[in-house]
């Protein structure tokens, strides 16, 4: 464990404390996967910038260090998969974190999403005590709003030109699940079938306004 950060397995699918070693394959796999990624990926309203993956990774050290936030590596059977990064994480009467991801595109499908998800929630919810865990997800994103789905997410909104995507601000449906609701964990429960998918539903009104941003917010 590295500043706190666990290494933790489902079968062969295992989420570990990020290295700044890890850059160069990373690197790598961000610039094979472009195309796949580029329209999830955060920008700087300021303008193009490079991104340099050596200093991200210090970044996310330097906060975990803080502890404000948990960065992984997924893995697939030992070979790097994509990252996880558990941010803003608040501990006091909010108790509250958010998980942002991502994948190769020749790992998509295949669960590895899902189950990272499960296991840093609950080791948020059940090492760090943490209450509530967010994940807001672009609406065009249909990969990732299938893990929420999988996995129980509540739905509870959409927020408006909330992250800056792909060059532009960019609307997000957020979801997100308390440990009440998992008693028996998030992992657990997917495994066994029972977690309630209709939990992340999006009602077609919030769609709709998605789908067309000139729509005024409802009163």
Not at 64 to 92: H, K, M, W
């Amino acid at each position: 464990m590295a500043f706190g950060i666990p290494t933790l397995s489902d079968g062969d699918i295992s989420i570990r404390p990020i290295r700044v070693r890890d850059a160069r394959v990373l690197e790598r796999e961000l610039r094979d996967n472009r195309g796949w990624l580029r329209q999830w990926e955060a920008t700087s309203p300021a303008g193009p910038f490079t991104f340099d993956v050596k200093s991200s990774i210090r970044g996310l050290l330097q906060q975990s260090r803080a502890g404000a936030g948990l960065p992984f590596v997924i893995e697939n059977d030992s070979e790097v998969a994509g990252q996880l990064n558990v941010s803003s994480i608040t501990y006091g009467s909010l108790a509250s974190a958010s998980i942002g991801y991502w994948v190769s595109e020749r790992f998509a499908g295949k669960g590895l999403t899902p189950a990272a998800v499960a296991m840093a929630t609950d080791f948020c919810f059940f090492q760090l005590g943490l209450h509530r865990i967010e994940i807001c997800i672009r609406p065009e994103n249909a990969p990732s709003l299938r893990v929420v789905e999988k996995l129980g997410f509540r739905y509870e909104g959409l927020r408006r030109r909330f992250i800056h995507i792909d060059g532009d601000w960019r609307d997000h449906f957020c979801f997100a699940l308390t440990v009440e609701e998992v008693p028996q964990g998030v992992l657990r429960r997917w495994r066994a079938g029972t977690a309630p998918e209709s939990a992340a539903h999006i009602p077609t009104t919030d769609r709709t306004r998605a789908a067309n941003p000139l729509i005024p917010p409802r009163r």
